[in-house]
């Protein structure tokens, strides 16, 4: 048993395994790396972003970041460009890492991703509806969840704000998966970020689905846009009321270096939840569900 720095067992469900690739293509693409890095410093707790030096080994970074605070797995978001490293990081260090692959429908080959993210043993996919043209129920999406749910595979989405200054948040409310998760009902969906300024949304969903979940992943900087004031410990009550601790997963959206593994967003929830039991979190198993295994639960994932 691996014991965090917290003093439970840990599973980040919500990161991204960024390299020297990922910043290259994105440059290559037309993106402007001081337009990003000012995005950054005003609207995240990274300061500045470091570019990833070419020569990095990101599969051994993260690993002694991962045995430096004692987590036991954590899942990384994948895109094309790092897919090979990410799986010759995966055999280097089995059992410590799950994968979810980036898909967007509207390309000729998503359905072949989701089956090569399946051959290749992820755990799931990731869909990022705010950077498309459509709904997630639009027809073009329902054969990415027909085959996810072929293989079993979470579709996890980010709907809400993002850095990404692209976005287009006319098709980022979470309510949109409600008709696929009727339809696909042995599905299970999780919702990023608790879905990242539409969190009264996300906990209407609680209500009317099944197989729809929450991540608490990253700083929640969309508190900031509430028209109302919220702590991370209010989040949580909210969240443990409407959908319970088995709808609740645990992620810290960790991704560049030198920042690493955020080990102040699982201290700070993890705190949280403290704070808030036994009113609303009625054992420690309750605190297990949400840090651990409830996202082994959702993957069938079994760490080292």
């Not at 990095?56 to 970041?65: L, N, S, V």
Request: hydrophobic residues 40%; aromatic residues 14%; contains cysteine.
């Amino acid at each position: 048993m691996v014991v965090s720095k917290v003093g439970i067992e840990v599973v980040d469900s919500h990161a991204h395994f960024f390299t020297y690739a990922t910043i290259k293509r994105w440059l290559d693409s037309g993106g402007s790396l001081e337009r990003i890095q000012k995005r950054v410093g005003n609207l995240t707790d990274m300061g500045t972003l470091t570019v990833p030096d070419e020569t990095w080994d990101a599969g051994q970074m993260w690993i002694d970041e991962l045995d430096k605070y004692g987590i036991s797995a954590i899942g990384m978001m994948i895109s094309p460009e790092v897919w090979d490293e990410f799986n010759e990081t995966r055999k280097r260090f089995p059992g410590r890492f799950l994968g979810y692959a980036n898909i967007n429908p509207a390309e000729e080959n998503a359905i072949d991703m989701v089956k090569r993210a399946a051959k290749d043993g992820f755990q799931g996919i990731k869909l990022y509806p705010s950077s498309w043209d459509f709904h997630v129920y639009d027809e073009r999406v329902y054969p990415i969840y027909e085959e996810a749910l072929k293989h079993k595979l979470l579709a996890i989405h980010h709907f809400g704000i993002t850095i990404g200054a692209t976005a287009n948040l006319r098709y980022g409310n979470p309510l949109d998966i409600q008709k696929p998760a009727q339809d696909f009902p042995d599905l299970n969906f999780m919702i990023a970020h608790f879905g990242a300024g539409f969190f009264r949304e996300v906990l209407m969903l609680m209500y009317q689905t099944d197989n729809v979940v929450m991540d608490t992943s990253g700083s929640n900087s969309w508190m900031k846009y509430q028209p109302f004031d919220l702590t991370i410990p209010k989040i949580f009550e909210k969240a443990l009321r409407a959908g319970s601790a088995e709808r609740i997963v645990f992620g810290t959206d960790s991704s560049f270096f030198p920042r690493g593994f955020r080990f102040n967003i699982l201290e700070e929830q993890y705190n949280a939840v403290k704070s808030i039991c036994p009113q609303f979190c009625y054992s420690e198993e309750d605190v297990d569900l949400i840090f651990r295994k409830n996202i082994l639960r959702l993957t069938g994932f079994k760490p080292k």
